[in-house]
């Protein structure tokens, strides 16, 4: 499987209207793609902005989706619930003169290859609709990709699956920076979620992953093993919560 993110910084005033549209327009199109698995507007808990989630059967499936156009058309049609992004640049023009004016920046696509998964099968819409996720991400020693992957699977899989609120898991490798992955869960609602990072589970599964984990959390946690105040933190590994806006 393949995931996509589209960041999107939504009018705060059109928030409302821009998730009807999203479930309106987007989403069914999006169905309607071939190699499309799921489609969905996530939320950060302390941010106006928005992503488009996608998950698609392979990255063919998702390059050709936006090769195609389709991509672009979708977009334009997103824009009037859009922030203006215009930014004025220095552009050569048609008649070959250098030129000062706006041009509209696109919104940035993070894109992922899954490496993992909790379940062979993609989850369904209902599965995913008004759930919670939170997104861990996490840089890993060159070279350990596999390794990390394998202990994902076999150890944070099955813990996980243990904890009361959880629904699904994902392990992806970003396809545009090198040794950056991200655990993507999937809870009932924040507050199991919570639960989980205060359990005590959250914390045994950071011990089980730290062996693989870059140089800088390693330095990090040789400071925190010394007696003082504890450095290893949900922050060390960039833990951000999102909100599913979508779903029936």
Excluded at 44 to 64: F, G, V
């Amino acid at each position: 499987m393949f995931m996509r993110f589209v960041r999107l910084a939504v009018k705060p005033e059109l928030m409302e209207d821009y998730v009807k549209f999203f479930e309106e327009v987007d989403s069914k199109a999006l169905r309607r793609i071939e190699g499309c698995l799921f489609a969905g507007l996530i939320r950060p808990e302390r941010s106006t902005d928005c992503i488009s989630l996608t998950l698609w059967k392979s990255a063919d499936h998702a390059r050709q989706y936006e090769e195609s156009g389709q991509y672009a058309r979708l977009l334009d049609q997103n824009r009037p619930f859009l922030i203006d992004s215009s930014e004025w640049r220095v552009q050569l023009g048609d008649d070959l003169t250098l030129q000062y004016g706006p041009v509209e920046s696109e919104p940035q696509v993070d894109t992922f290859e899954v490496t993992a998964a909790s379940d062979d099968d993609a989850p369904t819409e209902e599965e995913l609709s008004h759930v919670y996720l939170r997104l861990t991400s996490i840089g890993v020693q060159p070279g350990k990709e596999d390794a990390f992957a394998d202990l994902y699977t076999n150890t944070v899989i099955p813990t996980l699956k243990g904890v009361d609120g959880f629904r699904h898991a994902f392990l992806v490798e970003s396809t545009q920076v090198d040794n950056d992955v991200l655990s993507v869960t999937v809870w009932e609602n924040k507050e199991k979620a919570d639960a989980y990072e205060t359990s005590g589970r959250f914390d045994y599964l950071v011990d089980e992953i730290k062996p693989l984990l870059s140089s800088l959390f390693q330095w990090k946690f040789s400071l925190g093993s010394s007696g003082e105040d504890q450095v290893v933190t949900s922050d060390d590994l960039r833990v951000e919560g999102f909100e599913m806006l979508t779903g029936d």
